[in-house]
């Protein structure tokens, strides 16, 4: 049986930058990319004899959510990712889904950083190279 629901923790540990546990909005969409090896899909990938040309590219891991922003790291979540997004070190990522599953991957937080000032969130995007491991 498939369970979906809540991200309940993303935590990072970053050389430079500590360790910051985000606490993720209840009850909104997520989406994730394990990243890895993607195959084109391109109907114009073939050859005059008629046989597949298969494109293979590598595709980084991602995971985009709606984070609250409360204290991580002694700051405003939004202005620790700020801080992430400005350093050229990658951290230690992992996210733990609401029924046990954890994924973790080396990565930073990319994309525009524009807190909901009325709601008190903002999405949060982290991306990094290779697949996105299963942890539990």
Known sequence: MAVGG?????TVNHPTLGTGIFKI???EGSTFDL???RKNDDANQIATDG????????????????????????????????????????????????NGTV???LGSPVGDVQPDANVATFTLKVNGGGKLKKIV
């Open 103 to 105: 994924y973790g991957g």
């Open 51 to 98: 046989s597949i040309i298969r494109q293979m590219n590598m595709a980084a891991w991602s995971f985009e959510l709606t984070a609250v922003n409360d204290t991580v790291a002694s700051k405003p979540a939004a202005e620790f990712v700020c801080d992430l997004q400005a350093s050229p070190e990658e951290g230690d990522w992992t996210f733990t889904f609401i």
């Open 6 to 10: 809540d991200i309940i923790e993303v």
């Open 35 to 37: 990243g890895g090896i």
């Open 25 to 27: 909005k209840s009850n």
